[in-house]
């Protein structure tokens, strides 16, 4: 298990190294212009694949092989979550045994809060059935009006094609940050992974105006513009931890659905993003370097696609 560290000392060293965007947002403006910083946070750190049909356990499991969830969530921080839920057809949203467990360890761990962030209504949370696991397990569904005085302006220095973000102001509230995307076809790109759930934190407007060009279903460039602004947002973000829901997904009509399903029974936790979604676009036949958005993060260096220089400890349960 991971040492535990106090409140201060944690966000200390999160300002140091970049380990998360923490309150006011001292830690994100570090990290837009530190990128060195990445290459620290993901010291020691390799991927955890846990396969088997308990995706609770999965969970737990995954994370343990990383150190335990007190290595990444300090006593008595807040920490903001981030599942996707952007529809609730099979396959297109994250599982919620595997927000349940993570909810659970945070709180053995000592979080003070766990808050669910989105700007999805109800709807979404209560078809997937994550309403009433976030409910039960204590933790804050936190639902942000789509108004744009519940956005902060952020600036990308780092931007080749994305200047400026728009991120919830309610985001700003927390210590520490858990990314727990479900890997899934797009109908763009191809590939959603850690890097696109960014999204989530987004001003929807903003998403809407400065990714998608007219032709981002069809046209190379807009392809590749949509891509390009997936990792210019990466680089304002650096989440403690990164869990990834690949047990059943869609592989045709994404990110919405219904589509065509597969099954690897796998949940990925890590701190590469890069390399994270570099491993789990494999599980459908992807290649990393087909993918943009893959290759721009690591541009950015945001992480390494390179699989064969990625520890990966992978276990059935």
Not at 42 to 71: P, Q
Not at 308 to 315: F, Q, R, W
């Amino acid at each position: 298990m991971g040492k535990k560290i106090g409140r201060r000392e944690f966000i200390k060293k999160s300002a140091q190294y970049g380990l998360t965007a923490a309150v006011g947002g001292s830690a994100l403006s570090h990290l837009v212009h530190a990128p060195s910083a990445f290459a620290t946070a993901h010291e020691g750190h390799g991927i955890a694949v846990v396969e088997g049909v308990d995706y609770f356990a999965s969970t737990f499991k995954a994370v343990e092989l990383l150190g335990g969830m007190d290595h990444f969530v300090p006593k008595g921080s807040r920490v903001a979550i981030l599942p996707n839920v952007q529809r609730w057809h099979p396959g297109t949203f994250t599982k919620p045994e595997i927000v349940r467990a993570i909810v659970q360890m945070c709180k053995k761990a000592g979080a003070k809060e766990v808050n669910c962030l989105s700007w999805l209504g109800m709807d979404n949370w209560e078809k997937a059935g994550l309403a009433s696991v976030l409910k039960e397990e204590g933790a804050n569904l936190k639902l942000v009006e789509s108004k744009e005085a519940n956005f902060k302006p952020v600036k990308v220095p780092m931007g080749k094609a994305l200047k400026e973000a728009m991120i919830m102001k309610e985001f700003f509230n927390n210590d520490v940050f858990i990314d727990i995307p479900i890997t899934k076809d797009h109908a763009g790109n191809k590939f959603t992974g850690t890097m696109k759930n960014m999204m989530g934190l987004n001003y929807p407007t903003n998403n809407r105006e400065n990714f998608h060009r007219p032709g981002w279903k069809t046209d190379i460039n807009d392809i590749k513009h949509l891509d390009q602004c997936i990792a210019d947002l990466n680089t304002i973000f650096l989440p403690a931890l990164c869990v990834v829901d690949a047990t059943e997904f869609i592989i045709t009509n994404g990110p919405m659905g219904p589509g065509e399903i597969t099954k690897p029974q796998q949940v990925v936790a890590g701190v590469d993003r890069v390399a994270m979604d570099a491993y789990c676009c494999t599980l459908w036949g992807l290649e990393a370097e087909d993918l943009f958005q893959i290759k721009m993060a690591q541009d950015h260096g945001l992480g390494h696609m390179d699989l064969k220089k990625t520890k990966i400890k992978k276990v059935k349960i």
